[in-house]
Structures are given as C-alpha cells and as structure tokens.
C-alpha cells in the first residue's frame, strides 16, 4: 500500500492550498480516506474524512467551513481544499487510509488507521 500525499507550502493568513493524496496498492473505492495534521510538539490530529462512495464527510471543529475533502475513485486520489489558511494550520498533513464501516467516532481516532502517507508540510505564515 502507498500514499503519496503532495500540495504542501508556504502560504500566507487568508491564502488557499490543494492537497493532494495519490493511493495505490488498495482497493481505493471500499477504503474511508482521511486527513490527520501533526504541529510541532503537538500530537497528530484528525481534520477530515470521506467516505468511500464520497457523499458523507466529517471535519474537525477548527476546520469547518474552510477546508473541504473529495476524492476521485477513478484516479484513486483524495484532495483536501484549504481555504482561509490560518499560522495555526501551520502543520505536517498525512493521509491515511482505511477499510472500514463508517462510525462518526472511530473515523476521527489516529489509532484506527493502518495506511499511511509520508506527509507534505504546510506552513502558513506572513
């Protein structure tokens, strides 16, 4: 199984990222596809999630309203849109995979994941 998560960057307050994560190795459209962040010193934390069909998702409280996820089963991508980027985004964005019943709960739990990508940085600053 690979992940290749890319899109990462500086950007400034109030600017807008894609990223993007490239699966392989899975049978992409039965896995529930997320996005965890890691800041400096901080643990991971979930941001996002989708479901394999694509018609529910789930977000953290900090994001909600300016990031958006979608995937694409044909090209076994997921992206996430990054809009009104704040210096508390600054942070480490891993994609991780899972083949899995959709459960509000366990989505959103870093240790339900087994596949994982190697990261791309987004830093947010002026």
């Known amino acids: 199984v690979q992940l290749q998560a890319s899109g990462g960057g500086l950007v400034q307050p109030g600017g807008s990222l894609r990223l993007s994560c490239a699966a392989s190795?899975?049978?992409?459209?039965?896995?529930?596809m997320s996005w965890f962040r890691q800041a400096p010193g901080k643990d991971r934390e979930f941001v996002a999630a989708?479901?394999?069909?694509?018609?529910?998702?789930a977000y953290a409280d900090s994001v909600k309203g300016r990031f958006s996820i979608s995937r694409d089963n044909a090209k076994n991508m997921v992206d996430l849109q990054m809009n009104s980027l704040k210096t508390e985004d600054t942070a480490v964005y891993y994609c991780?995979?899972?083949?899995?019943?959709?459960?509000?709960?366990?989505?959103?739990?870093?240790?339900?994941?087994?596949?994982w990508g190697q990261g791309t940085l987004v830093t947010v600053s002026s």
């Open positions: 991780a995979a899972r083949e899995m019943v959709w459960n509000e709960y366990r989505i959103k739990r870093r240790a339900v994941y087994d596949n």
């Open positions: 190795g899975i049978n992409f459209s039965r896995y529930v």
């Open positions: 989708i479901i394999w069909s694509g018609d529910r998702t």
